[in-house]
Nanobody, 123 residues
């Protein structure tokens, strides 16, 4: 069993940066691929970024590539999402997810989810 707790969300202005953190419990964190998804009001949950257990492979949605960076610290059992050059369209609840069985890009592939953290970007 894995529990995930996100933090770091908030209200920022367009062009600002935020770093989200996702702290995980459980002894097998280092063996899990991890992902970030987001959900804006009235929209479906969408893929943002993912990272393999070894950190060798990262994956990004085209809408955030070049602005967001996913990373992980297996000692601290934490995955991060560094978000730069934020835009109003990045406003959403951001969710951390763990343990992929299938495509990194599909929410249905992940077995564990956090409760989410709100990110609001004002224009």
């Amino acid at each position: 069993q894995v529990q995930l707790v996100e933090s770091g969300g908030g209200l920022v202005q367009a062009g600002d940066s935020l770093r989200l953190s996702c702290a995980a419990s459980g002894r097998t964190f280092s063996s899990y691929a991890m992902g970030w998804f987001r959900q804006a009001p009235g929209k479906e949950r969408e893929f943002v970024a993912a990272i393999s257990w070894s950190t060798r492979n990262t994956y990004y949605a085209s809408s955030v590539k070049g602005r967001f960076t996913i990373s992980r610290d297996n000692v601290k059992k934490t995955v991060y999402l560094q978000m730069n050059s934020l835009k109003p369209e990045d406003t959403a609840v951001y969710y951390c997810a763990a343990d992929v069985t299938g495509s990194y890009y599909l929410s249905s592939s992940y077995n564990y989810w956090g409760q989410g953290t709100q990110v609001t970007v004002s224009s």
